[in-house]
């Protein structure tokens, strides 16, 4: 007892805090006598949490609704002796409080209570520097909203009123309270924020802080350009309904472009920032109840706008900053960061001052504070404040609150810190938009009651589940495993997913597992299959290191593989291979062994013979009586209905791709071979202000089809009722297949035929087959087409022709194709990835491809015909003006070194286009520093088709590319010779580059050269007498392995996508 009676009087003793700076100084510190005490405080006797950003004690838990009676009677004590209440009326005051929360177990406050009690609780936040101007904030009294509209209406009038034209006022606005029965949240961060755009894994285009949050508002259907400086819309939440989204009007948004006078450089970063910080992502604590929807706003000081810029988990533009300063950013010592920091925080005070919008700078803010510390020393006895956070964090020891001693402890009214609103949020239904309405023919409705009948009378158990994990380039891949999930939709629940939506932390858990892939270039998994690849790998590592083989384990969860690929690469289905490989190794049980599908063959009958196989051996080891495994879609089980309206052709393929795509304006198309050149290779420029891409990185094209094609398809579609290829149509599921439609959003016939569907394809002998109980034509073509559906020798024959369906449609003129069967069973269009061929440095808008226009030959009836690229012929032909959408694929593996590194680039072809934005890259590099060589071997069919000549000429006399060797494979009067071989008569610089000075070597071009490469390469290492540690025990390629472990040996290999 004595202990603690000598603790009690220990906390109640004045706290002494000292000025280091200023002796004068002091103050005793008694108001902490009134500090609430939390349960689970941030300070223990053997830890201190106070330089945590937000300790767990300080996030506000789900309070209960119940009103806390003696936080009631601390307010009103406050509220009384602050407003000299006379004890008559607080009397009555307290009975009518009393009163209400006993019958209601709630009380209102009036509007001068809450007002009373927002401007305390900002007094009483021990983490704000700007607290001295807290008597004259402005009240909004947002406790009478009925909807998320309503409360919309009163935040744009809170930003208003606080924005006034630049000459900015501090205001809050409270919602109703969490004890009035209605939830109300404001999902953001702060009012006005920019997005954070994740283009691809680890490139992030805008404000990485708000990537998650961005993601939720796509995820509501927010729709925008990609941009550094977007704007975020408001998601607000009224009770437990799903969030509403609202665009701030750009009326409301006040924005500040930053320059700086003596840097012009600087001006060209573009840099902006929003005048009005609005914190609304805090609660409020006031008077025994809790207000979890409030948003503050004051006025900036710079120093916080100068972290966003700089924090390398913000924009992270220090060093770009730096540079645009003309700073030599190599040595730390001359310390550029602080110079950049200082004159951007310079940047930021003038920027705003010229724009007439109120700053303050962290100097005047210090002394403000040490004011506001004073006079509150001298009113309430103390002021709590929180030195990690109250310091600014540049100046330092320079500010006087750097040497103040503050002591901080938490008062109430009080704002606190509250879980992110979506994290326990309870979705409700479809998140984007409505759902979609239901029309069920008699026929499908008496389908799926039979189906659930039979299946319940033949299970001998509930329904098993199985998940289809796909990966592809071309969306072949993808549609098999749309057809397996019919297949296995019969008796099974089935989730079908891209690899890359994948978390194989599940796969203990599964109990039927398929995979259907691609491989691409040399041996490598598809796009969406990477993450998957890697993740898989590890996961296997952690669950087979220190244990037996896992490949004695029994009783596994079962997996089958379906691999697809060309026979013409070397590695053919190497990634399905890999996968299969590694399921077993993780324990896996093989439910039948690898089936591959060649391209160059019948992949429909593999996949014919593989998915009757697996689905009539998966029932049997579930005890499930097989149905009658057919292959392909019931077409007549699926309609198009009207829709209200289409989407923009860009958030179609955003939907259908899962990407941030991008638009481009075409500013030029220029030929870079001769007249007499037996091909064409074209420089496409295109203007972009969305797009942040490094040399190697690729850029995604959505090529579109032509109008008359579509049109030629359009007239064989039998639409419903009196739709027609202009009315925007939307998908109506069978109910057994739910989802499978959910590719394609609705759209107009003409818009999917020409932006969604790949109409090039060659029909598949299933689709022939799925075609023929919908379709209508002539008796004499129905009899051939049933053939060609049922005889794989005569399809094979017709498909040698690579027939597009719009070839199909114009030999069977008579058929015709219910709208339906197009958006179900054509592939997806594709995008075509090209290597950008600037550097971003010389063409900070632009972005430029080096574009070989793709030409082959077919069989047809007359001998041959020809054929070209879709999207490299489009290329060759767009007309400047003409906007595109396309997006960056970033290529880690394929990046420029270090500057003084020296590099080999071997390029045939449109393979030079990387090497161009390389050359250019290092042709930005400052003068005077150490840059590595550059050689260049380039490969070309003859003289006039030498590509970028002129520009490499002037690369070399400037001395940014070191030396530049061509092989011609088909010049008059020249023996032909490729790049390797031009590398093997180059034997000894390749020996020095590579073995002493360590460069890096870069391949850009398809299979087979790249494969002739690599042996040339391996043959010089192979017999160099100074290779070193490098050896080679199991062959020549050895070598290479070697420098793609060392991270020396860069491939970049395409494939043909027509």
């Known amino acids: 007892m004595a202990t603690e009676l000598k603790a009690e009087k220990i906390a109640r003793e004045p706290v002494l805090l000292t000025n280091v700076q200023d002796s004068n100084l002091v103050l005793f510190d008694t108001l902490h006598h009134k500090g609430h005490q939390v349960d689970d405080t941030c300070c223990q006797t053997s830890l201190c949490q106070g330089s945590i950003m937000q300790p767990k004690a300080m996030i506000r838990p789900q309070p209960g609704i119940s009103v806390n009676m003696e936080e009631v009677e601390d307010f009103y004590k406050q509220y009384f002796t602050a407003k000299n209440v006379n004890e008559e009326d607080q009397a009555k005051r307290i009975a009518e409080v009393e009163a209400s929360i006993k019958s209601s177990n709630k009380y209102d406050m009036t509007a001068d209570e809450l007002e009373f009690g927002s401007r305390t609780a900002w007094r009483n936040a021990p983490r704000c520097i700007g607290r001295i101007q807290w008597s004259k904030l402005k009240f909004f009294d947002g406790r009478d909203v009925k909807s998320t509209k309503d409360m919309f209406d009163k935040i744009c009038e809170q930003i208003e009123y606080g924005t006034n034209n630049g000459n900015i006022r501090s205001a809050i606005v409270v919602f109703p309270s969490r004890q009035s029965g209605v939830e109300c949240r404001i999902w953001n961060g702060e009012y006005i924020s920019y997005a954070g755009f994740e283009v691809s894994p680890g490139v992030v285009v805008g404000d990485p802080n708000h990537v998650e949050f961005t993601k939720i508002c796509i995820r509501l259907g927010w729709n925008p350009p990609v941009s550094r400086f977007q704007v975020l819309p408001l998601v607000l939440q009224y009770g437990d309904n799903n969030p509403d989204l609202y665009e701030i009007p750009e009326s409301l948004v006040l924005e500040v472009q930053i320059s700086h006078s003596k840097y012009p450089k600087f001006d060209q970063l573009g840099l902006k920032w929003f005048a009005v910080p609005a914190v609304c992502n805090m609660g409020m604590d006031c008077g025994g109840q809790y207000y979890p929807a409030t948003g503050f706003n004051g006025w900036y000081m ?337 309609k198009v209905s009207s829709a209200t309206e289409s989407v923009s052709v860009i958030k179609g393929l955003q939907h259908i791709h899962k990407k941030l795509i991008s638009t481009c304006e075409v500013l030029s198309v220029e030929s870079l071979v001769s007249a007499d050149a037996n091909c064409s290779t074209v420089l496409v420029k295109f203007q972009h202000d969305q797009l942040l891409y490094s040399p190697g990185d690729h850029l995604a094209i959505f090529p579109t089809n032509s109008k008359d094609k579509v049109e030629k398809l359009c007239q064989s579609c039998i639409f419903e009722d009196e739709m027609n290829m202009d009315t925007p149509v939307s998908l109506i599921d069978a109910p057994e297949n739910e989802g499978v439609m959910s590719r394609i959003p609705p759209a107009t016939m003409f818009t999917a035929l020409t932006n969604y569907l790949d109409i090039e394809c060659t029909p598949r002998q299933c689709d022939l087959e799925a075609l023929l109980p919908v379709c209508k034509c002539d008796e004499d073509q129905r009899q051939k087409l049933t053939h060609l559906s049922l005889n794989s020798d005569a399809y094979g024959k017709w498909a040698e022709t690579k027939p597009s369906w719009v070839d199909f449609v114009t030999e069977f003129s008579s058929v015709r194709i219910p709208a339906g069967f197009y958006l179900t069973e054509l592939p997806v269009l594709q995008p075509r990835y090209y290597s950008i061929s600037n550097s971003p440095s010389m063409y900070p808008d632009q972005v430029h491809l080096t574009v070989g226009v793709l030409e082959y030959q077919v069989k047809s009836e007359n001998g041959e015909r020809q ?192």
Request: some cysteine; overall charge neutral.
């Open 302 to 638: 710079s120093t916080e706008i100068v972290r966003d810029f700089c924090d390398p988990a913000r924009y992270d533009l220090l060093k770009k900053i730096a540079t645009s300063m003309d700073m030599d950013t190599t040595k730390p010592a001359i310390f550029w960061k602080e110079f950049a920091a200082t004159e951007l925080n310079v940047a930021v005070v003038t920027s705003f001052q010229k724009s007439n919008v109120t700053i303050t700078d962290h100097h005047t803010a210090s002394e403000t504070f040490m004011h506001h510390i004073e006079n509150e020393q001298m009113l309430r006895g103390g002021c709590p404040a929180d030195w990690v956070w109250v310091v600014p964090p540049l100046g330092g020891s320079l500010l006087p609150v750097f040497h103040q001693e503050m002591l901080n402890y938490k008062l109430k009214p009080s704002y606190e810190y509250q879980t992110k609103a979506w994290v326990r949020f309870m979705w409700k239904g479809s998140v984007q938009g409505k759902a979609r309405p239901k029309m069920l023919s008699f026929r499908s409705i008496n389908r799926a009651m039979m189906l659930c009948g039979g299946i319940m009378k033949a299970a001998l158990s509930k329904r098993r589940y199985c998940t289809i994990l796909y990966a592809t380039e071309t969306g072949i891949s993808e549609g098999y495993a749309n057809k397996l999930q019919r297949i296995f939709g019969q008796a099974f629940h089935v989730e079908v997913l891209s690899m890359d939506m994948y978390d194989v932390s599940r796969l203990g858990g599964e109990e039927l597992l398929f995979i259907v892939t691609s491989t691409f270039g040399n041996g490598e998994a598809p796009e969406n299959g990477k993450s998957f690849e890697k993740n898989l790998i590890k996961f296997v590592e952690k669950i087979t290191s220190g244990s037996k083989d896992s490949n004695e384990t029994e009783n596994g969860p079962l997996f089958s593989v379906f691999g697809l690929g060309s026979s013409a690469y070397p590695n053919f289905c190497a990634f399905a291979k890999r996968v299969d490989d590694l399921l077993k190794k993780l324990g896996m049980e093989r439910l039948s062994d690898i089936q591959t599908a060649d391209e160059k063959k019948n992949q429909d009958l593999a996949f014919r013979e593989w998915s009757t196989k697996v689905y009539t051996k998966a029932c049997s080891s579930f005890g499930m009586q097989a149905k009658s495994a057919a292959n392909g879609a019931s077409v007549q089980d699926f």
């Open 867 to 1058: 054929k070209f690229g879709l999207c490299s012929k489009l290329l060759e032909t767009i007309v400047p003006g003409t906007k595109i959408y396309a997006f960056v694929r970033r290529f880690p593996d394929f990046q420029l070194p270090s500057v003084e590194s020296d590099i080999i680039m071997v390029g045939a072809g449109s393979g030079l286009a990387p090497f161009r934005s390389f050359w250019q890259e290092r042709a930005q590099t400052k003068e005077g520093s150490r840059t590595g060589e550059l050689h260049l071997f380039q490969g070309c069919r003859t003289k006039s088709s030498l590509l970028h000549a002129e520009e490499i000429s002037k690369a070399i006399d400037s001395k940014v590319i070191t030396s530049s060797v061509t092989a011609f494979s088909r010049e008059k009067d020249m023996p032909k010779a490729y790049v390797q071989d031009r590398l093997l008569e180059c034997r000894e610089l390749i020996e020095e580059l590579l073995l002493r000075k360590k460069a890096h070597f870069y391949v850009c071009g398809d299979i087979k050269m790249a494969i002739g490469v690599s042996k040339a390469v391996s043959s010089i290492l192979a017999g160099s007498t100074r290779n070193g540690d490098m050896t080679a025990s199991d062959g020549e390629l050895d070598y290479v392995e070697i420098m793609k472990q060392e991270g020396r040996y860069h491939e970049d290999i395409f494939a043909v996508l027509v």
